[in-house]
């Protein structure tokens, strides 16, 4: 494995804070997710999410126009040296470092779709959830075949969490799925909708379930989709897909390195990259170039110049790498693990967004999910100060 003095994952801070003030907003975005921050109000917006499928343990907030999803439930944002205030009547929160004011932050509003419940009595947060300011995402199945062993789980992995707290469902039904998409287009104008699955089996590893809902929910609602789940074992499964209604597909990497993969997630690095490879091959023809996206978390052990060789690789094949810095989520095995530093990400971050405009590959062209919310990771800004520069 590559290495790097930045896979300590412990930047000194003080560097980083001499140039908060005034800084890019890109670079202020990386700070507050690399250590997130301390709520003077954690009422304020939308409810936070603890455990669960992910994003967990943030909290939604916009800056500078950027909706963005920010630790706050994690041992490293309890000892933050960010603090949001309480909003003030206009809804405007201040951020400050050590007691210095170094920007404004507002949180999106609690949907209005939470306050009802499905036909058959369940809340419609447990069926869905608002991500960003305006994506639905749904965990269709809340359960793997590989979370309940420990030799195969992926180790950041809190699937089971929100279901073990009795937050969720284990599966969401079609009529389910379509009753919830449709009432948040009507109440609260989402926009696009995330579809994401445990894996149920070793061969179509959750595209059936994925084709199934999808089809219900473009049935109720003209709402653009992403689907995501492992490269299932027949490759005819990406036109299934596509002709349900799904119209961007996830599959996700996570790490890049065998070493990193086999060490953090054992079950799932049994699906070889080559097989990714292939996937992905033979998906951009279906979805189309830029609409096949895979996740990528840095800070899990694979060095900068690595991530990049693989960013490299998939942007040549037509598929968009989703990079976002690790969020150590409690109760899993790396609950103690470093998130990556803001200079680690920087280092990631600027190089990557220059090869997608190198390539014209944009956020904004994806017709749906992670890539297009963004608010995980500072690489949309950063694509926009590519534009603005």
């Given at each position: 494995m590559s290495t790097s003095p930045l896979l300590t994952n412990e930047p000194s801070f003080p560097p980083v804070v001499a140039g908060l003030i005034g800084m890019p907003t890109e670079r202020l975005i990386n700070a507050l997710q690399?250590?997130?921050?301390?709520?003077?109000?954690?009422?304020?917006?939308?409810?936070?999410?603890?455990?669960?499928?992910?994003?967990?343990?943030?909290?939604?907030?916009?800056?500078?126009?950027?909706?963005v999803m920010v630790p706050v439930h994690t041992e490293t944002a309890f000892d933050s040296p960010f603090l949001v205030r309480r909003p003030d009547a206009d809804g405007v929160s201040v951020i400050e470092h050590d007691g210095v004011v170094i920007g404004q932050a507002t949180f999106p509003g609690k949907p209005r779709f939470y306050a009802l419940s499905t036909f058959d009595g369940v809340p419609y947060s447990k069926i869905a959830v608002l991500h960003g300011r305006d994506v639905l995402a749904t965990t269709v199945l809340q359960t793997c075949i590989r979370y309940a062993s420990r030799a195969k789980t992926c180790q950041f992995c809190s699937i089971g969490q929100s279901l073990a707290a009795g937050r969720t469902v284990a599966h969401k039904s079609p009529e389910q799925l379509a009753e919830v998409a449709r009432a948040?287009?009507?109440?609260d104008g989402v926009k696009h909708m995330v579809m994401t699955t445990g894996t149920p089996n070793a061969t179509d590893r959750g595209a059936a379930v994925l084709c199934e809902s999808a089809f219900a929910v473009k049935a109720a609602a003209d709402l653009p989709i992403q689907a995501q789940c492992e490269p299932p074992d027949d490759d005819r499964w990406f036109e299934?897909?596509?002709?349900?209604?799904?119209?961007?597909?996830?599959?996700?990497?996570?790490?890049?390195?065998?070493?990193?993969?086999?060490?953090?997630?054992?079950?799932?690095?049994?699906?070889?990259?080559?097989?990714?490879?292939?996937?992905?091959?033979?998906?951009?023809?279906?979805?189309?170039?830029?609409?096949?996206?895979?996740?990528?978390?840095?800070?899990?052990?694979?060095?900068?110049?690595?991530?990049?060789?693989?960013?490299?690789?998939?942007?040549?094949?037509?598929?968009?790498?989703?990079?976002?810095?690790?969020?150590?989520?409690?109760?899993?095995?790396?609950?103690?693990?470093?998130?990556?530093?803001?200079?680690?990400?920087?280092?990631?971050?600027?190089?990557?967004?220059?090869?997608l405009?190198?390539?014209?590959?944009?956020?904004?062209?994806?017709?749906?999910?992670?890539?297009?919310?963004?608010?995980?990771?500072?690489?949309?800004?950063?694509?926009?100060?590519?534009?603005?520069?």
């Open positions: 690399s250590y997130g921050v301390r709520l003077a109000d954690s009422r304020a917006g939308a409810p936070s999410r603890r455990g669960g499928a992910g994003p967990s343990d943030h909290k939604a907030m916009t800056i500078a126009g950027r909706t948040a287009v009507l109440l299934r897909m596509k002709a349900s209604g799904i119209d961007a597909l996830g599959m996700h990497l996570e790490a890049v390195t065998p070493e990193v993969r086999a060490r953090i997630m054992p079950g799932k690095a049994s699906v070889p990259l080559e097989r990714y490879y292939a996937a992905f091959e033979a998906a951009v023809p279906v979805f189309g170039r830029g609409q096949v996206s895979t996740y990528m978390l840095a800070g899990l052990g694979d060095a900068p110049e690595a991530i990049l060789a693989m960013a490299e690789r998939l942007i040549g094949m037509g598929v968009y790498p989703f990079v976002v810095p690790f969020v150590p989520i409690s109760g899993t095995p790396l609950e103690s693990h470093p998130a990556p530093g803001p200079d680690f990400m920087h280092a990631v971050l600027k190089p990557l967004a220059d090869m405009a190198g390539a014209n590959l944009r956020s904004t062209d994806i017709k749906a999910g992670c890539g297009r919310c963004g608010a995980c990771s500072a690489l949309s800004t950063y694509e926009r100060a590519g534009v603005a520069a």
